[in-house]
């Protein structure tokens, strides 16, 4: 993603709203985007300089050349759980100048990040049971991890040597 503008003026100031959506992920699954650009930008140095407030993204020209890369780290979350790979989106909108210098979004305005899953598939098993004629056969089905939706099983009893 680019924001361009033509050559601003020392004092001169250039926006745009940075927004990141989630599109299959949650809030738990990453630190604040909102700090990670605020630390971003205060890592800033220049040339100009960066302010970050609420959603918007304020370049400040010193006159002495076009804002360089903005490296923005947003850290990822380690769950312990299974939820496969997840996508969020980042995007640049509403680009503008405090002088009516013309501001564009470069032809990429939106970035989609995958968060790939660390977690294992949760593993359903069932124990062998054995009793003796008469008494109950106790079987034990477990999982290996917690879930986060509903597990839904089908058991069947299949006929092997056991007879009723």
Do not use: R
């Amino acid at each position: 993603m680019a924001l361009s503008a033509d050559l601003l003026q020392s004092g001169e100031t250039a926006t745009v709203d940075v927004a990141m959506t989630n599109v299959d992920t949650n809030s738990s699954d990453y630190n604040s985007f909102s700090s990670a650009v605020a630390t971003a930008v205060t890592a800033y140095s220049g040339p100009g300089s960066l302010t970050w407030a609420g959603s918007t993204l304020t370049f400040t020209s010193d006159g002495t050349g076009v804002m360089t890369p903005l490296a923005i780290s947003l850290t990822t979350t380690p769950d312990g759980v299974y939820e496969g790979d997840e996508d969020l989106k980042v995007s640049l909108s509403n680009p503008g100048a405090t002088t009516g210098e013309t501001v564009t979004v470069g032809s990429s305005d939106q970035v989609t990040t995958t968060i790939e899953d660390n977690d294992s598939p949760i593993t359903i098993s069932i124990s062998d049971g054995s009793a003796t004629e008469g008494s109950p056969v106790e079987f034990t089905i477990s999982m290996d991890y917690t879930s986060f939706e509903d597990i839904v099983l089908n058991l069947a009893v299949a006929s092997g040597s056991a007879t009723a």
